[in-house]
Nanobody, 117 residues
Framework: QVQLVESGGGLVQAGGSLRLSCAAS????????MGWYRQAPGKQRDVVAT???????RYADSVKGRFTISMDNAKNTVYLQMNSLKPEDTATYYC???????????WGQGTQVTVSS
């Protein structure tokens, strides 16, 4: 069994920055892919950014140039550096992970990010 624990959410003013962290623990042989998703009230959960174990990254168009995803394989941890935050970034952010030899994805509990104008 695997557990994902997120941290780093909070309340910031527009233009500010936050760094989210997600640490995975449990029966992990190797990581295939990890990512961040977000969901605002009444909205669908959408992908924000993903990263493979080899370091390949993808971003939603709305966050390109502002957010950076990174991974520390030795610590089984993924990060999301969020700069130039906008009110429309306000959402609950969820960590997602796919592991080798696991048939299902894993999700964190979510961490709230609120950006005030």
């Amino acid at each position: 069994q695997v557990q994902l624990v997120e941290s780093g959410g909070g309340l910031v003013q527009a233009g500010g920055s936050l760094r989210l962290s997600c640490a995975a623990s449990g029966s992990i042989f190797s990581i295939n892919n990890m990512g961040w998703y977000r969901q605002a009230p009444g909205k669908q959960r959408d992908v924000v950014a993903t990263i493979s174990s080899g370091g390949s990254t993808r971003y939603a168009d709305s966050v390109k140039g502002r957010f950076t995803i990174s991974m520390d394989n030795a610590k089984n941890t993924v990060y999301l550096q969020m700069n130039s935050l906008k009110p429309e970034d306000t959402a609950t952010y969820y960590c997602n992970a796919k592991f080798a030899f696991h048939s299902r994805d894993y999700w964190g509990q979510g961490t709230q990010v609120t950006v005030s104008s």
